[in-house]
Structure formats: C-alpha cells, structure tokens
C-alpha cells in the first residue's frame, strides 16, 4: 500500500509543523487528527513531503479544511506576528465539507439616509478601504446600515467587528430588526447550546451578517463582501497574547485576499487609520442638544460640586454616568508613613482593593489576599487609599446620595452577556439614577436619557507612559462625554489639571490629529514602526542574558534601532522576571529580517505594540 506523507501544524502548539502519513492523498489545509506524545491532536495539512528516514505516524482526515484564502491569512499571521502556523490557526473556525450551500439574494426594505449620509457612503464605496471619521451621534450605524442591505442583496455576507462583548446587546437589536434570523452575533460568552445554532447558521450560509469582537473575523464565510471594524480606535483589537494580533490590520488584510471594500469607523480615529487611508468627515449629531463642559481642578476624587451636581440631577427625575479608569476600590493601598504600597507576592505591582470580598487583589496574575492593617514594611496602622475605582465610588455614592439608585458597571460587576442586557434594559427604563464605571461605558453605548457625564481620572490617562497617552485620554473624555446630551441638553464635568490641553480640542478633533501628526514624525507609528520584545522567566540572570544575548545580536543590523532595553516597567508578573527590547524601524520588513535572524527562545515577540508596561 503507498503512503503519503504530509507536514502537519498542530492547532495551538508552538512546534514547526511535524510529519505524518495517510494511506490516501489529501489536499492541503485539509484538517486532521494526529497522535503526539501519545495523546490526540487536531491540525492542519501544510504541504505534501517525501518519505523521511525516520518512522511516522499515521493521521485521519476530518470533514473540516482551511480553503487557501484562509491559509494565506495563517501563514500571514505565523510570518507577520512571529508564532508558529498552528498558534495562527488556532485563531480560525475551519470550513465543513458537510456543507455547501450558497447565500441567496435578498430583498430587504431600505434604510433612509439623509443627503449627508448618502454622501459618505458614496464616498466609502469608491475605496478599498476608507475611514468614516464620525462625529458621535453623527449616524455613523446608519451607513453601515444601508450599506449591510446592499452587500447582502448581493448575495453576500458583512463581518461586522466591534471592539467588545459589552456593545453586542443594543447592535443585536438593531441588526436583527432589519435583517431577522441571518443575523449571527459571535464571542467568547455564547453558551455551549447558542454556540452550535450560530455554527450551524454559519456552515449553512444562512446568515447575512455577522457581528462581535475580534473573533468574528476568523468565521468560514463562504462568500464575504465587505467588512466593517467600528470604533477602530479601540486598543481591544489588540490581542494580548501570541499571536499578539491586531483585528483591525488583519481585517484590511482579509477584505485585500477576498478584495473586498474595508471601513473603518470612529468619532476618534487613531492618527495611523487618519493618515494611511482616505476619510469621509461627518460632523455633529442628528439632535440639536448642547453640551457644557465644565472643568474641576481637584485630583480624584468626588467632590462636593460633583456630588451636588448628581443630586441635582436626581431630583430632576434625569440620569447619570461617572467614568473612572479604574476599577475596584483603589488602585493602591500606600502607608501614610514610608510610601511603601502593597504589592502582590508575585509580581512587582501594587494589589487593588475590592472593598466587597474585603480582598487585595493583583490584576495581572489574579492573586488574592485580605486586606492588611499595617504596612508590610514599616508596621505603621496608617494605611490610606489613592486613585478613587468604581466599587470605592459607588460606596461613596451611596452614602451621599440616599435617594438615588447606583448600579456599577465594569467587567467585575458584568461578568456575563444576560447580566449586561438586564443592566442596560433597566438604565433605558429609567429605573438607575446613576451608573458608575470604567471603558465600558464609553463603549457605544445609546443612553437615551443621560444629561450628565462625571468624568474622572484624565490625568492618569494623560501621565501614562505611552507615545499615545494623549490620544487616549482626549479620545475617551470624548467618547464618554458623548453617552450624554442625546435627547436633552447635558453638563459634563471633567476632573483635571491640564484644562488648556483638553478645552483646545474639545470641539475639533482633527486638529488634534493635524498636531500629533508633527509630534510623532520621525518617532512613532504611523512613522516609524515599532516591536516590544518580551523576556520572561522565574529565574531573573536567565531573562536578563537572553535580553543582553539578543541585544547583542541586534547590533549588526542598521536598519532597526534598539530604542532601549532593560527591566520592564512591572520588572515581576506571576513569580516571573521581565524584561523587554523595544525596537524601531522604518520598515516592518526590516524588524521581522532582524527578529527571525536574532531572536532567542525566550523571546516574546509584540509587533505594533499597544502596551508598554
């Protein structure tokens, strides 16, 4: 009997592609299950091999395969994002040869535009890809809308990303008004049983559009026609760990290999998405509200004009949103006496305080501990709180505002898909006062009724050490500021020193790109490209050697600088010791030659970075 022999990538594991043999010839990208280390794995067909001297095992074909527009985009990922074919695939629903039906033309009743949204949408519709730099409130949807209607009387699909779970609810109403049952919301908080209907529709062809996060780009559409990623800002596109993609920059990817139209979409663009692509600019909302800003130079913390102000509100029968960074209680506990905070056991971080379950808690490696009484290096009882959290002001709220109902809206206190619709169907009642939260609420979110935004905390955003500290503290003041003033005129009050910064670009956001663009020229994306390279280990000689080794290494290549290398700003997470190369270059091209010459087994590769601590 003659064999044939494949190389074989398996689906999440960091091996270069291992080989197998079938008794019968398969096609490449065929998946299939295959034995290693004596225990079953499913992978990938890579290519066919000749026989090799040394024994291999047999693989079995399953009904399921990448067609080659799919294994163009692993071997993309694999090749641009430095991770091996099966952690790329890992990231991809493959097709079924069980199904093979074709999406029907449908007719759908038209959405109406105004004469200014027609003209974006013209405008998008002569472009591969296009930015729709919108105003909030501006009707941006509305043009995704209509355009959804026309791709989908095609014949074919939409994927339609958004930056997070939590905007799915108020979407999934409106996508399912107009386009029914062919409506598929994916992500990561779908029960089991929702899982397999929405499979199901997919590897039918019955659905027209489907919606989430970054994971529903990677779904086995068998005939996409466009691809919209709203709120294109957003840094959770950003994938936090290998492969450390960006769903924004692989959608561009994809709608090319499909070629397709891409859009992007946002009251705040990122200045890369402003100055790469061209961009429709729609202005103001539909309504006629106004917004006032009102600035209080105090540091964080809800003070007696705040508090007035919400109570004022209260009785006005009129709602609220207050915004912080962050969340839990504190960011930190500090003694009163030596400055020391108390930092997690296992990495170099301050623990948050999570005033309800009486715990410290490390948000990097979610270990846990009571709260103490006296500080760990002085024995001093003088223990205070910095840096006002959510669950800290909502106690705070409580206390001051008896009348009033105060519900907290973070990840800790959302931790499911039901537990979000049921919040935000009772924000929209009328029957919560006031909701209290972190980046969630700046989330697209329509509140209907909201006539003031509290928003805390700028000044954290705007110290951060990151070349984009500005741009995300002026972008999330405006987004936040833009939940309220939608049916009535509304006050925004915003805690901060830097009134001057913010005040200028408050009603142009575009100039605020036009100055950027000459701070980042020369430095920083889109100008230069930038890599973080990551070195972890519990012994810390090891990290630190792999660093100086490829450091070293490095040098002979005068096209990429190394920006800097050392311990990493948090130099301790989950009892392990980092540190970090930064790179920079004025080609991708150039970095990836240098990382795949150079890089050690160590070596944590981030391409594009978005996190610099």
């Not at 001093?380 to 959510?390: C, K």
Request: proline residues 4%; hydrophobic residues 35%.
């Amino acid at each position: 009997m003659q064999n044939f022999y494949y190389l074989v990538a398996i689906f999440g594991s960091p091996l270069e592609p291992l080989t197998y043999h079938s008794d019968e010839e398969l096609e490449i990208g065929v998946e299939v299950k295959v034995s290693l280390r004596n225990k079953p794995h499913f992978g990938f067909i890579v290519k066919e091999v000749q026989k090799p001297t040394f024994q291999t095992q047999p693989l079995e074909k399953t009904s399921f395969y990448f067609d080659t527009k799919q294994q163009k985009l692993i071997e993309f990922i694999a090749t641009y994002y430095v991770c091996s074919l099966g952690e790329a695939a890992k990231l991809l629903m493959p097709f079924s040869s069980k199904y093979q039906n074709s999406p029907i033309p449908q007719n759908i009743e038209k959405i109406s535009l105004s004469t200014k949204q027609q003209e974006a949408l013209d405008f998008l519709k002569q472009h591969p890809i296009s930015l729709l730099f919108g105003d909030t409130g501006s009707g941006k949807t509305e043009i995704y809308m209509r355009y959804f209607e026309e791709i989908v009387q095609e014949g074919k699909q939409v994927v339609f990303l958004m930056p997070e779970i939590a905007l799915t609810p108020q979407m999934q109403k409106r996508l399912e008004y107009y386009f029914k049952d062919e409506v598929v919301m994916w992500h990561s908080k779908l029960t089991p049983k929702q899982k397999k209907i929405a499979q199901e529709k997919i590897y039918n062809s019955q659905v027209k559009i489907v919606a989430g996060p970054r994971s529903a780009l990677f779904l086995p559409l068998q005939n996409l026609g466009l691809i919209v990623v709203d709120e294109e800002h957003d840094d959770s596109y950003k994938s936090a760990s290998r492969p450390r993609y960006h769903a924004r920059d692989l959608a561009i990817y994809l709608a090319k290999l499909h070629n397709i139209p891409v859009i992007l979409g946002s009251a705040t663009p990122s200045l890369s998405s402003y100055v790469k692509f061209p961009y429709f600019r729609l202005r103001g909302g539909h309504t006629l509200t106004q917004r006032d800003f009102i600035y209080e130079k105090s540091l964080d913390e809800l003070s007696p004009f705040i508090l007035q102000t919400l109570q004022e509100t209260v009785q006005k029968k009129e709602q609220s949103i207050v915004f912080l960074p962050t969340r839990a209680n504190f960011k930190y506990l500090i003694c009163k006496d030596c400055g020391a905070s108390v930092e997690c056991k296992y990495c170099s971080i301050a623990m948050s305080v999570h005033q309800k379950s009486n715990m410290l808690k490390c948000h990097y490696c979610n270990y846990t501990q009571p709260i103490i009484q006296q500080c760990q290096k002085c024995g001093s009882p003088s223990l205070i709180s910095s840096r006002i959290g959510t669950a800290q002001a909502l106690i705070e709220l409580q206390e001051n505002l008896k009348d009033a109902v105060i519900e907290q809206f973070d990840k800790d206190s959302i931790s499911t898909n039901a537990k979000l619709k049921k919040l935000l169907k009772r924000f929209n009642a009328k029957e919560i006062d006031i909701l209290v939260g972190t980046q969630m609420l700046s989330k697209g979110h329509d509140y209907e009724n909201v006539t003031l935004a509290v928003v805390l905390g700028m000044d954290n955003i705007l110290n951060i050490n990151d070349y984009r500290s500005r741009e995300k503290a002026l972008s999330m003041l405006l987004q936040v500021a833009g939940r309220s003033g939608r049916k009535k005129d509304a006050k925004v009050i915003v805690q901060t020193l830097n009134e001057e910064f913010f005040e200028e670009y408050l009603d142009d956001y575009e100039k605020f790109l036009q100055d950027e663009k000459e701070y980042r020229v020369g430095l920083y994306p889109p100008y230069k490209k930038l890599c973080r390279v990551l070195f972890s280990h519990k012994n810390e000689q090891k990290a630190k050697q792999e660093m100086q080794q490829m450091q070293q290494s490095l040098q002979q290549f005068s096209e990429v600088e190394v920006v800097g290398a050392g311990a990493c700003a948090i130099a301790k997470v989950a009892n392990k010791f980092r540190f970090e190369i930064l790179l920079r270059s004025n080609k991708t091209t150039e970095i990836l030659k240098a990382l795949y010459t150079t890089k050690t087994p160590l070596a944590e590769i981030d391409i594009d970075p978005v996190e610099f601590h």
